[in-house]
């Protein structure tokens, strides 16, 4: 039996509405990164979380200290999803302190199966980003 955890980005749950129904079904089918798991044994997703948010150059300890909720439960390995792998500019160092600070976990970039290109992915996503959206600014402002 494997015990893993998912580790995400907070832009695409939070900002975007992802609720990590492609990586979860990759994870039950043994799809994408999950297919280093035997399909005839158990795969226990013992828990998934958010990234805490931008690290600046100084604050990667922020994200040491959110990770130990999936790090303290006998995770073999944390998978850090696909939104990481393609828009996440810290993905690098975030990998060598967890892996730093966590030795006998083992990081992984990566969640579901690939599918398309990277850049067009970013492209997509910088338009979700970049849409009109009303907020509070609009109610104050009655707009
Ligand atoms: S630091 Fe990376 S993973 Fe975290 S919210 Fe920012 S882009 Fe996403």
Request: charge should be positive.
């Amino acid at each position: 039996m494997a015990r893993v955890g998912i580790l995400t980005c907070s832009n695409a749950t939070q900002d975007l509405g992802c609720s990590s129904v492609v990586c979860l079904a990759d994870l039950r089918k043994r799809k994408g990164f999950f297919a280093r798991y035997p399909q005839d044994e158990r795969l226990d997703l013992v828990g998934l979380m958010n990234c805490p948010g931008c690290p600046t150059l100084a604050g990667y300890d922020k994200l040491l200290q959110r990770v130990r909720g999936l790090t303290e439960f006998r995770v073999q390995a944390v998978h850090l999803s696909n939104c990481i792998k393609y828009l996440c500019p810290f993905k690098e160092k975030y990998l060598s302190v967890l892996q730093e600070a966590f030795p006998q976990v083992q990081f992984i970039l990566g969640t579901h199966q690939e599918e398309g290109n990277p850049a067009t992915f970013r492209e997509l996503v910088q338009g979700l980003f970049s849409q009109p959206r009303r907020s509070m600014v609009d109610l104050i402002l009655k707009r």
